[in-house]
Structure formats: C-alpha cells, structure tokens
C-alpha cells in the first residue's frame, strides 16, 4: 500500500525514507533526532525541497519533489 500525504489540498502518493541516529535532542532525554523524506512526484520539479516541519519533538519531515517518481503508475497523482 502506498502511503499519501495532503498537499496542498489533494492527498498525493509519496515514497517515504527513513533517517534515523541524528544528533541527540536534549528535549528527549538525547535520544537521536529522525527525520521523513518524502518524494513526490511533480513532473516539472528539480528536485526541490517542498517543505521541512518538525512533526513532533526532535522528528521531522522533508517534502522533496522530484519528477523520477512520475514514471511509476502508482505515484502519479
């Protein structure tokens, strides 16, 4: 099953990649920080970086556009 994510109205198929065993967060007792890529298809995209949010305390997400995904029928939107 492929995940989706609002953007920016439309739920939209992602492909998620996980990073972990960042820098400590002393806000979490220094457990390491982590962060979500996730790609999107955009077909005029550059490879951009649509957005960065911190979700959570010391865990965020990357919102990375990128027209390699668009040749994969079921990232398309």
């Not at 065993?21 to 649509?50: D, F, V, W």
């Not at 997400?61 to 029928?73: A, K, M, Y």
Request: proline fraction near 10%; include cysteine.
């Amino acid at each position: 099953q492929i995940p989706t994510k609002n953007i920016e109205g439309q739920m939209t198929p992602y492909y998620p990649v996980e990073l972990g065993n960042g820098t400590p967060c002393s806000l979490r007792q220094n457990r390491p920080r982590s962060s979500t890529l996730m790609y999107i298809c955009h077909p005029e995209a550059k490879h951009e970086i649509l957005s960065v949010a911190e979700v959570t305390t010391c865990e965020y997400e990357v919102v990375i556009l990128t027209p390699l995904l668009c040749s994969h029928p079921k990232y398309r939107y």
